[in-house]
């Protein structure tokens, strides 16, 4: 039997699926993509022949059918997800599963849209004297959140933190972070990070609800929050030229 390949398209921008992505893509038999999320265009390279789903009006249990049927008729079948799949993919309920079919799958690893919209504000997560730690999070909807993750317990780290799938719900995110970050605390709100009609907000905790309703973005994107969105920073000693590493040695002072 052939195997199901679950590959994470990126953010958007169809040139940022990786290079072994679009060499599955192009030679799947079976292409299962979130349409919702994923352009049509990701998947263009296919080959004529292809067999196409759009998995946005698909249950699981569909899925995962047209995932069986391909793959026991010896056809190489492509699950394409947005982003990264093991961020908010839900693919570890197809890997399930499949598991008790007997199918074999492998993971092929995607840009997430956390850190495409970190390159499209032009920051860095991680700085020397400000974060070193990253917490990818969403607030609770329909799907409910841990206990011990909600976001006021998270904020009390102050770290960089990355917040998925929250933005229509602005108001609450802000008086959440507001326990613990200060209100000119940097924020940012990138939606649909890298697609052609992407849409970029920059405020406080204290502007940034009024900015967003402003900009009248209510769904597809990233909240971004914490001082690395700032500009007070020490820099990497791993350049300095005092000092000294594997590859270097530093110049005495």
């Known amino acids: 039997m052939e195997k199901v390949y679950f590959i994470g398209a990126g953010p958007g921008d169809p040139e940022l699926i990786t290079v072994k ?3 599955l893509v192009k030679s799947a038999d079976v292409i299962i993509y979130a349409g919702s999320l994923v352009p049509r265009e990701v998947i263009d390279c296919h080959k004529p022949s ?8 698909m249950t699981l249990e569909e899925v995962v059918d047209v995932i069986v049927k391909g793959v ?4 190489l079948v492509a699950r394409v997800h947005t982003g990264d799949p093991a961020i908010f993919g839900a693919h570890r309920e197809q890997m399930d599963m499949l598991d008790e079919h007997g199918i074999d799958y492998e993971v092929i690893p995607g840009v997430s849209s956390f850190l495409a919209s970190a390159a499209a504000v032009k920051k860095e997560f991680t700085l020397p004297n400000v974060s070193q730690t990253v917490i990818c999070t969403r607030l609770e909807g329909r799907t409910p959140v841990p206990e011990k993750e909600s976001l006021e317990s998270l904020a009390s780290h102050r770290a960089s933190m990355a917040i998925f799938l929250s933005v229509h719900m602005i108001g609450d995110v802000v008086k959440r972070l507001g326990v613990h970050y200060p209100m000119t605390t940097p924020i940012a709100v990138v939606q649909r990070a890298s697609w052609e009609d992407q849409k970029i907000v920059m405020g406080t905790l204290e502007t940034i609800e009024a900015k967003v309703k402003s900009a009248n973005i209510t769904k597809t994107a990233q909240i971004l929050v914490g001082d690395f969105l700032g500009n007070e920073y020490d820099k990497s000693l791993l350049y300095d030229k005092h000092f000294t590493h594997e590859f270097r040695k530093g110049i005495e002072k």
């Open 21 to 23: 992505g679009q060499r």
């Open 50 to 57: 292809a067999e196409i789903h759009n998995s946005a009006s």
């Open 72 to 75: 026991k008729a010896g056809k």
